[in-house]
């Protein structure tokens, strides 16, 4: 990615080392590689609807395989016919096979384990378990917003996101650099583009200040 240096660090009203400089484009690409995917990928309300779905049909399954067949003599004997032709398959295809009762079991834990995983999902399933964060519209712009807001903080450049009306009338050096940078990215990767101000308010509620 080329970004035009000169006016990003006018913008900024620093130097950049060469260091500096590579920092904040890998920083940058980064951030516009994962989020072009992001704003293809379904959203996360989408894949837990999908997952919603598949609930339920494991739970069929697990009526129709298990439960069923123990009460049911015609259900037992289609899921004995059902597992010879399954063994057939299976064996043809991977040199194994399993029972159609551990399938249904298999699958139901699966989705169990997503809903443990769901960051949305109501609480009590262990602090142990790894979040599933799944797709959500503006999560690597945020990123991008902390990403440079910890290494400009960590070179001892301004950071500071907020405006300076107070003593200078003009808003932040790190805002105006973000808002200059953000000029070089292809346009359906800018945000809050209609004022500085109003950047500046996104990228403060991005670092929850």
Not at 18 to 39: C, F, H, K, P
Not at 72 to 94: C, M, P, T
Not at 103 to 131: E, I, T
Not at 150 to 163: C, D, E, K, V, Y
């Amino acid at each position: 990615m080329k970004f035009d240096w000169n006016r990003l660090e006018q913008a900024l009203g620093r130097t950049l080392s060469s260091d500096q400089r590579a920092a904040v484009n890998a920083i940058a690409t980064e951030y516009m590689l994962l989020e072009g995917a992001e704003r293809t990928a379904p959203f996360k309300k989408d894949r837990d609807r999908w997952i919603d779905n598949l609930r339920e049909i494991a739970n069929t399954l697990e009526s129709n395989l298990i439960q069923a067949p123990c009460h049911d003599r015609a259900a037992r004997d289609g899921l004995a016919e059902v597992q010879i032709a399954f063994d057939k398959i299976s064996l043809a295809a991977y040199g194994t096979t399993l029972p159609l009762e551990d399938v249904a079991s298999f699958l139901k834990s699966a989705v169990a384990a997503c809903d443990r995983n769901f960051d949305d999902r109501p609480a009590g399933f262990g602090d142990d378990a790894p979040v599933l964060k799944g797709i959500q519209e503006g999560r690597q712009w945020k990123e991008l917003v902390r990403q440079l807001h910890g290494r400009f903080a960590a070179w001892q450049l301004p950071s500071n996101i907020r405006n300076d009306a107070d003593t200078s009338g003009k808003n932040s050096p790190f805002v105006e650099f973000f808002s200059a940078l953000q000029r070089d990215f292809p346009e359906d990767s800018r945000r809050h583009t209609q004022s500085v101000p109003a950047l500046a308010k996104a990228m403060a509620r991005a670092l929850g200040t």
